[in-house]
T-cell receptor
Framework: GNSVTQMEGPVTLSEEAFLTINCTYT??????LFWYVQYPGEGLQLLLK?????DKGSNKGFEATYRKETTSFHLEKGSVQVSDSAVYFC????????????FGKGTLLTVNP | GAVVSQHPSWVICKSGTSVKIECRSL??????MFWYRQFPKQSLMLMAT?????????EQGVEKDKFLINHASLTLSTLTVTSAHPEDSSFYIC???????????FGPGTRLTVL
């Protein structure tokens, strides 16, 4: 079956530090990959996505590249801000899954001023 | 575009009562909607897939008689927690899949507290 493994949190950084949150996946076929962000007390917002190998998703300074050879989709940002503090979820959607997303467990990021 | 709303955003109820949560796609049609449950500091657990005009498909371990799902129109799905108990307290999130494409759009969530 499909699965997503992302690095355990929590992650605590100082403002302007470099961020990496690792995500690897197991899936049949050629899944689409997503990063969602959840701010405290809110639902999920799509942060970025990639639908095929070597695609790079980017948004708000965050980037992730779909690496088929390593089955990875690591999230990176060069300089984090306090407002980036949130929980980040890696997810995949594979064909034949009836459009069901498979989520990682989430990584809590706290950015201190 | 692609906004999903949930109502109410939070609800407190007494044990034994039923609570209905609405999920609406405001500016698009959604044949398929999903209901998730999220415990504190944990990931989302898919409860069921809601299909317009047909019965919902429940995930293993989810009681269909306790969590009633109705998807009567292309923009509205409801989740009713029947005979709620304190262990049903949780954050419930819905998502809607736009009919064209496979992206899901998430609602802001509903915090349910059962006393």
């Amino acid at each position: 079956g499909n699965s997503v493994t992302q690095m355990e949190g929590p992650v605590t950084l100082s403002e302007e530090a470099f961020l990496t949150i690792n995500c690897t996946y197991t899936a049949t076929g050629y899944p689409s990959l997503f990063w969602y962000v959840q701010y405290p007390g809110e639902g999920l917002q799509l942060l970025l996505k990639a639908t095929k190998a070597d695609d790079k998703g980017s948004n708000k300074g965050f980037e992730a590249t779909y690496r088929k050879e390593t089955t990875s989709f690591h999230l990176e940002k060069g300089s984090v801000q306090v407002s980036d503090s949130a929980v980040y979820f890696c997810a995949l959607l594979s064909g034949g899954s009836n459009y069901k997303l498979t989520f990682g467990k989430g990584t809590l990021l706290t950015v201190n001023p | 575009g692609a906004v999903v709303s949930q109502h109410p955003s939070w609800v407190i109820c007494k044990s034994g009562t039923s609570v209905k949560i609405e999920c609406r796609s405001l500016d698009f049609q959604a044949t398929t909607m999903f209901w998730y449950r999220q415990f504190p500091k944990q990931s989302l657990m898919l409860m069921a897939t809601s299909n317009e005009g047909s019965k919902a498909t429940y995930e293993q371990g989810v009681e269909k008689d306790k969590f009633l799902i109705n998807h009567a129109s292309l923009t509205l799905s409801t989740l009713t927690v029947t005979s709620a108990h304190p262990e049903d307290s949780s954050f419930y999130i819905c998502s809607a899949r736009r009919d064209r494409g496979n992206e899901q759009f998430f609602g802001p969530g509903t915090r349910l507290t059962v006393l």
